[in-house]
């Protein structure tokens, strides 16, 4: 079933159902109208990636021509629209400059829903350490990504060097600032993690680092729940919108 809210997906849990939360990767899918923002929201979607690989009317991307210098006029109001409905503002993909002012310009903390760390593997795509200090000290999050090529920059990556990120990042922005986005829809994928049936492998490597189930708990999408409850109920708390 399709879940809305963070209670949605723990109740689907409970009840033994698989938990859908729906997303946009690229800004571009709203043209150049901000009134979508909530026609996207209202049918369910919790986050949207401002960008992909190029600039677009919203932003520039990490592997663009910096079109606009960060964020346009539009890609500001648009994040304001996404305050306003409780929609996350996803910041994989952007460029530095977009990323340092989006944080500016949003009400609510961000996330890096597929972003892994660049002091490993130098990939513009990669967030630097000060980047994850800056996402930490916003309250927001950046989750690992398992693709190949962000893990090691000459390929063959593992679980191994997906752990080696992992570790890097917690060290960097703190247990409350990491999470897990596989990008298995798009190409994600290592030796030892190659799809979901494996993802098990590294609670396993994590228990053996020490972690604790609390530790699991976050990092496995209570961190990205909490910032996605932050973000609804900072909507819900301006009473401009609800669901």
């Not at 990323?99 to 890096?112: D, G």
């Not at 980047?131 to 999050?141: H, P």
């Not at 090529?149 to 390929?155: A, P, T």
């Not at 999408?221 to 401009?240: I, P, S, W």
Request: charged residues 25%.
């Amino acid at each position: 079933a399709i879940a809305r809210t963070p209670d949605d997906l723990y109740r689907l849990k409970r009840e033994g159902k698989r938990a859908l939360m729906l997303g946009i990767e690229n800004g571009y899918a709203l043209g150049l109208d901000p009134k979508r923002v909530e026609h996207f929201r209202q049918r369910g979607v919790v986050y949207m990636t401002l960008c992909h690989n190029g600039d677009n009317d919203l932003c520039d991307s990490a592997r663009g021509n910096q079109e606009h210098g960060g964020l346009s006029e539009l890609g500001r109001t648009v994040i304001r629209e996404m305050n306003r409905v409780g929609m996350m503002v996803d910041l994989s993909h952007a460029a530095e400059t977009s990323f340092y002012q989006a944080i500016e310009a949003s009400r609510t903390p961000i996330v890096c829903s597929h972003s892994s760390a660049r002091a490993l593997c130098d990939h513009p795509r990669n967030l630097t350490d000060d980047q994850l200090r800056a996402l930490a000290a916003s309250g927001g999050v950046a989750q690992v990504c398992l693709y190949d090529g962000f893990l090691r920059k000459e390929g063959g990556a593992t679980i191994d060097d997906a752990v080696r990120h992992l570790l890097h990042m917690v060290e960097v922005a703190g247990i409350d600032h990491v999470g897990i986005g596989t990008d298995f829809d798009g190409d994600g994928g290592v030796m030892g993690l190659a799809h979901a049936g494996e993802l098990i492998n590294l609670t396993r490597m994590l228990l053996r680092e020490g972690y604790s189930e609390d530790d699991l708990r976050k990092l496995w999408g209570a961190n990205f729940l909490r910032v996605m409850h932050q973000a609804q109920t900072y909507a819900m708390d301006k009473a401009e919108f609800s669901t």
